[in-house]
């Protein structure tokens, strides 16, 4: 078994050859009707990097299966280009949207990435042209390592249609577009809103109180545009975060800002918490953004488990007399935070105040 290329690429044998059909996962079910007999798979390079190799070994007992890995299509590219594979980083973009590439497009940053189909080159050299980085240098490597390989370099912007067979695409980022800064408080203007989001100096305070750690689980709730979820899962690729919005009409917002900055894998739950948080997975972490009252941190006093970091941002005059008394009957710490702006006042400039936010951050 193995894709049409691999196959085509054998002599004349008694084995049947069995073509992996697309979708992937289909070709798992198919596979598992062999099982008793011998068989074969035949993937590119290292099944382990980005490759077949651990779905497959998921589905099967471990006495099922042996692998006799090759070098793998990122290990050939950085041969081919004399790149320092340590310092080139490397995706799997044939079975995931090309927005994962977003958060790591700036300019000098060399990637090798992996492509689903010849079409996929052209949607690829778009993206980087419609985002500011059309001059970014492409190597298509087509076939890669085997008799019919062809290595082409182009700039982004000038990409042709008509590639069959790209195993990968090596990217050196160039141009004007803008970088997502690697500091948590990214500016406004990267999110579309409909008004109601966590401004950029309050959402950099309350990420560093959320304090992200590898692997640990968000609960975002009251979503709002969704920027404390989005920015949380920036922060490193282990993590994982739901973000509870009650407001239908910004359902699609947020999961088209998340698509937008990378992180496609943001949860998004429609409803009211604390009604729609059972059967959530569980947090390492809540923020309480939108929806606060004693209701629901009652219900998370009574559900979550010793040790969950709780942060919870107040406004209005009756949540921050919530927060205090929450604090003096619970512990953690409350911060004040007033900000103020310089903006024009008459033929002159003065401080413009935002209403302060109260925090409070706690671990149950």
């Known amino acids: 078994m193995g894709p049409p290329r691999h196959l085509g690429l054998l002599p004349e044998l008694r084995a049947e050859k069995v073509a992996w059909p697309v979708p992937f996962a289909d070709g798992l079910d198919l596979l598992d009707r062999y099982r008793g007999r011998p068989v074969a798979v035949l993937a590119s390079g290292d099944p382990f990097w980005f490759g077949a190799g651990s779905v497959i070994a998921r589905r099967f007992a471990d006495h099922e299966w042996r692998v006799l890995p090759g070098v793998s299509c990122f290990s050939l590219a950085a041969a081919r280009l004399g790149w320092a594979l340590e310092k080139t980083l490397c995706m799997g973009l044939h079975a995931a949207p090309l927005s994962r590439l977003r958060p790591h497009l700036a300019r000098g940053v060399r990637l090798i990435v992996t492509l689903r189909d010849g079409a996929a080159v052209s949607e690829l050299a778009r993206y980087l042209d419609g985002l500011g980085f059309g001059t970014s240098q492409l190597?298509?490597?087509?076939?890669?390592?085997?008799?019919?390989?062809?290595?082409?370099?182009?700039?982004?912007?000038?990409?042709?249609?008509?590639?069959?067979?790209?195993?990968?695409?090596?990217?050196?980022?160039?141009?004007?577009?803008?970088?997502?800064?690697?500091?948590?408080?990214?500016?406004?203007?990267?999110?579309?809103?409909?008004?109601?989001?966590?401004?950029?100096?309050?959402?950099?305070?309350?990420?560093s109180a959320l304090a992200p750690k590898p692997f640990e689980q968000l609960w975002d709730i009251g979503g709002g545009s969704g920027s404390i979820g989005i920015e949380w899962l920036l922060r490193d690729p282990t993590v994982e975060a739901v973000t509870v919005e009650p407001r239908a009409d910004r359902i699609g917002l947020i999961r088209a800002n998340a698509q937008a900055l990378g992180v496609d894998r943001l949860q998004v739950v429609e409803g009211r918490a604390p009604d729609v948080l059972t059967g959530l997975p569980r947090p390492d972490v809540v923020f309480v953004g939108g929806g606060l009252g004693i209701g629901l941190l009652d219900w998370l006093y009574r559900n979550l488990p010793e040790g969950t970091r709780l942060v919870a941002n107040a406004v209005t005059l009756e949540s921050e007399a919530l927060l205090i008394a929450a604090q003096a009957d619970r512990g953690g710490t409350l911060l004040r935070v007033e900000l103020a702006e310089a903006g024009a006042l008459g033929p002159r400039r003065g401080w413009k105040s935002a209403y302060p936010v109260v925090q409070w951050s706690v671990t149950l």
């Not at 890669?144 to 980022?173: M, N, S, Y």
């Not at 997502?180 to 109601?196: A, C, I, T, W």
Request: proline content about 7%; hydrophobic content about 45%; aromatic content about 6%.
């Open 139 to 207: 190597w298509v490597m087509e076939a890669l390592g085997g008799p019919r390989e062809k290595v082409t370099r182009l700039a982004a912007q000038d990409v042709p249609d008509g590639f069959e067979h790209p195993v990968v695409a090596a990217i050196e980022v160039a141009g004007e577009g803008a970088a997502l800064p690697k500091v948590s408080g990214l500016d406004d203007d990267f999110f579309d809103s409909d008004g109601v989001m966590t401004k950029r100096p309050v959402r950099a305070l309350t990420l």
